[in-house]
């Protein structure tokens, strides 16, 4: 485990935490004032590899080879000149830190980006994270690597080993794909609607991308189900119907292996190392397609409504016949901003026919495919 302190006087920012993968949904706006909960599991730390927050320049400003060495391929709104690695961490998690108010922007619910750090190391005043809580925006802190050090926390535990793919099979908790949200100020229990849960637009939508990548310009099928019920309506939309289609499957812990005529692989990525999952056998040379191991885990192996098991009061063995959630009123979107940020990132973007349908997202957007 590791503390994180300020790099100007060296006071302790942070509790003792464990580094994880960086969620898919890390950058992800959602709706319009919406009350998104913690990015972070409390305890834990990821990283950003990319140069990410202020100063930013509009993509007309970035030289077009500067943008591909930064494995940028294709336009996007504006590309970040902040330090790679920023730390993102849990609210809760932070110690010895204030707000600096005239770094504060946002507040249209909260805070946002604003225009740099907006937090301070308590002891020094040197600026040293952002503190984001704004609307539709996941709660969280991201601490300036230029300002912050990391020193194995000397008074925890030492770090749980990292879980084998059969451990994760049985201990990891599955992401539901149906969720309660609720907006910006409602009273818990009263202002709330079943939605799609935004975790698996965020994924779908980095998901989306490379299967698109990997087709060729083919159609492309997926499994029957929540695979298809994610992705299948805006792959037949975006994709021509007229050639021989790429077969996707799911592959992973415990699944039989995929058939040889298998082009794509849908696979887990590991929570704690980020790993993505190695097919074996004839999907050995199959294109992975990732998702969080959470959200393939529900996908691979989808939980019924009915038949939950109770224990406390009620007799072990004895069923409750529980409700199920209410269904979503409409149809699957994956997350727009994730498909853009995924798919500029992909050298295939530059075809010209993957590059039309970067160009008319606001058109998909518009049609409910994103």
Request: net charge negative; charged share 20%.
């Amino acid at each position: 485990m590791f503390v994180f302190v300020c790099a100007g006087c060296g006071a302790r920012l942070t509790n003792p935490l464990s580094q994880v993968e960086l969620p898919a949904h890390a950058h992800q706006k959602y709706g319009n004032g919406i009350q998104l909960p913690v990015l972070m599991e409390s305890g834990t730390f990821a990283v950003e590899p990319e140069r990410w927050g202020h100063p930013w320049r509009r993509w007309e400003e970035v030289d077009p080879e500067e943008a591909a060495a930064r494995g940028i391929h294709a336009p996007v709104h504006a590309v970040s000149d902040g330090p790679p690695g920023t730390i993102v961490t849990a609210p809760g998690d932070t110690r010895g830190t204030v707000l600096v108010p005239e770094k504060a922007g946002g507040y249209c619910c909260g805070l946002d980006w604003g225009e740099g750090p907006n937090m301070a190391c308590e002891a020094c005043g040197l600026p040293v994270a952002n503190r984001i809580d704004d609307c539709s925006l996941w709660q969280a802190v991201w601490l300036d690597p230029d300002a912050v050090h990391r020193l194995p926390a000397a008074d925890a535990a030492a770090d749980a080993a990292v879980l084998s793919w059969t451990e994760l099979l049985e201990e990891e908790t599955a992401t539901p794909p149906i969720v309660p949200i609720t907006g910006w100020g409602s009273l818990p229990g009263l202002d709330h609607w079943w939605s799609w849960n935004p975790q698996w637009e965020a994924a779908a939508g980095r998901a989306l991308a490379h299967l698109l990548a990997a087709s060729d310009g083919r159609p492309v099928t997926v499994p029957h189900g929540l695979a298809a019920d994610v992705f299948q309506r805006a792959l037949d939309a975006l994709l021509p119907g007229v050639q021989p289609a790429r077969r996707a499957a799911l592959d992973g812990p415990g699944l039989p292996a995929p058939d040889t005529d298998t082009d794509m692989v849908i696979v887990p990525t590991h929570p704690q190392t980020g790993e993505l999952w190695s097919p074996a056998g004839p999907a050995a040379s199959a294109y992975p397609v990732p998702l969080p191991f959470g959200v393939w885990k529900w996908m691979a192996y989808p939980r019924p409504h009915l038949r939950l098991p109770v224990s406390g009061t009620m007799p072990g063995g004895v069923l409750r016949d529980d409700p199920p959630a209410p269904r979503p009123h409409r149809l699957f979107r994956a997350d727009p901003g994730t498909f853009q940020h995924t798919l500029v990132r992909l050298r295939a973007v530059r075809s010209p026919w993957l590059r039309e349908i970067l160009e008319n997202l606001t058109h998909h957007m518009r049609a409910g495919l994103f």
